[in-house]
């Protein structure tokens, strides 16, 4: 993501919302959310629940 804009898509399959992140990101990432450029968004498919890293 880049502030609000979707820049790719990628289905993984993982046991946790951070270990999902981790093999999705090209980069280590942490949870948190950048208020300008660029973050990572994981939505679990079943729940709608979402979670927010920051490229590290």
Known sequence: MDGDA????????????VQAAKSAATRPVEPARACNGGWLRVTHIASGRTSEFLFA
């Open 6 to 17: 979707v820049l790719k898509s990628t289905e993984v399959q993982s046991n946790s919302d």
